[in-house]
Structures are given as C-alpha cells and as structure tokens.
C-alpha cells in the first residue's frame, strides 16, 4: 500500500499492537480488529494490496485473511435476528 494511504489508515491512528490484534488467534481481538476497519478511509486499497501480495494470513480491509484465502463468515444457525424479521 502507498505510504500517504498508510498514513490515513484506522488501525494506524487506533494506537493498537497491529501484530498482537490484526494477526491473533483469538476471535474476540479478530473481531476488533475488522471493526477498526469498517471505519477506515483505505480499507478497499488494504483489501486490495493484501489480495494481490497473497498475504496468508490476518485482518486486510475488514476482511480475515486464513492459509491465503479470505474467510467467509457465516450466521449461525438458529432463530434470524431481530432486524431480519422485522420486529422491533
């Protein structure tokens, strides 16, 4: 990613361990990490620099990154949530 992009990126100004959160193992601090990129103004550009070095791993762009392949999360099983069935 460009230096100038890098330097408006979310996580950089998040003041957070970028290795300790966007590369853990842990779900709650992967969970972090995509929320510090819904508000980022160069997540598609990290998303897209991450796909075309093939990073194999981590949070590029919102987007959780696993043996070089973007993870593709799911609902649950279950009961839909509220907002899906209109009550409120």
């Known amino acids: 990613m460009r230096r100038d992009l890098l330097a408006v ?6 003041g957070v361990d970028l290795t300790g959160l966007f590369f853990s193992e842990d779900p709650d601090d992967l969970r972090l990490a995509r929320s510090i990129c819904v508000s980022c103004p160069v997540a598609e550009e990290c998303l897209a620099a991450a796909l ?3 990073e ?11 043996n070089g ?9 279950g009961r ?9």
């Open 9 to 14: 990126a979310a996580c950089r100004s998040a």
């Open 52 to 54: 075309a070095r093939g």
């Open 56 to 66: 194999p791993t981590g949070v590029w762009g919102g987007q959780e990154f696993k």
């Open 69 to 77: 392949q973007v993870l593709v999360r799911h609902r649950r099983r």
């Open 80 to 88: 839909p949530g509220r907002a899906l069935v209109g009550v409120g």
